[in-house]
């Protein structure tokens, strides 16, 4: 048997990614996370929907922070051979 998927509140996920209302919005409205409608107050989102995003965005991040180094790193190198 298929288990039903456990659905979060706003305020559950504002505390799960720590962000406020309207970045909450601004994600919703820019498609980075499916959400459900339930009334004109109520907004639910499934719980596996926000732990992708939290994979996709550590990953997103962790690939900047590896660019970041390795700019550093090639620029560093450069001004080295320079002098």
Not at 20 to 34: D, H, V
Not at 48 to 76: M, V
């Amino acid at each position: 048997m298929k288990e039903a998927p456990k659905f979060l509140t706003t305020e559950e996920v504002l505390a799960i990614l720590r962000v406020s209302r309207r970045t909450l919005q601004n994600y919703r409205t820019e498609g980075k996370i499916p959400f459900h409608k339930i009334s004109h107050k109520t907004i639910l989102y499934k719980e596996a929907d926000i732990e992708k995003f939290l994979r996709e965005q550590y990953s997103t991040e962790l690939l900047r922070a590896k660019g970041r180094k390795l700019l550093t790193e090639t620029i560093r190198k450069q001004w080295k051979e320079r002098l």
